[in-house]
């Protein structure tokens, strides 16, 4: 192989190279993307406390009712139970057992609220639970696959670099370095010639140029400075 063509495929082996590099990249940043499964954890997590503070609520409504209840039925008993006997003392307590059941009537709306904010929550909890293992399955799967891309790119990336190290070490260190400065600015340093015109830039070269580029010199376009390549 002409030197020429020697950076030619040195070349083609460094696109590759950075085209796997960036695959490679891609696989490391969805490896690492787990913001919906953060979310939804995050959203079960909070319904969660949600219905914690709500049944706790609940129970504390239940035990204030039993206790207003009780106070009732004391009431009732010393109303109805004949131990009483003062006029006066009887209508005072009818008026607290009254005003006991309109209590009692505002705590069991209140607790009646509670239970169906309860219950709601229960439901909502119950389908975010679902949505959450569905997406930790999702996860799973999709991290195995990419696992599996990661390993496979890895492994293509290592065959290039080797192809590459192989090839490099038969091209002069000169012609190298100057295939390493002319990428540095132009990205790629080397330049296919077709039809008598320079590939990179577009000029027709001088036929003489080119005749020496295919017969293995290394010829540089006088237009865009990359080194010519006639296959
Ligand atoms: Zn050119």
Known sequence: MSLPGQLYKLQQLDIELQKNQQVAEEIIRQLNENKALLTAESKLASQKQQLTEWKRNQKNSEWELEDLQERLNQFNNKLYGGMVKNPKELVNLKREA????????????????????VEEMEAKVKVSTKELSELKQEWQEKQEALTQRKVETETVLTRLKENRQELAEQISSEALNLYEQ??????????????????????????SQWQRAKAGDLVQCNSCNRILYVE
């Open 182 to 207: 002319i990428k540095l600015t132009k990205g790629q340093a080397i330049a296919k010639v077709e039809q008598g015109r320079c590939q990179g830039c577009h000029i027709t070269l001088p036929t």
């Open 98 to 117: 009254e005003n006991l059941k309109g209590k009692i009537s505002t705590k069991e709306d209140e607790l009646l609220e509670l239970m169906s904010q």
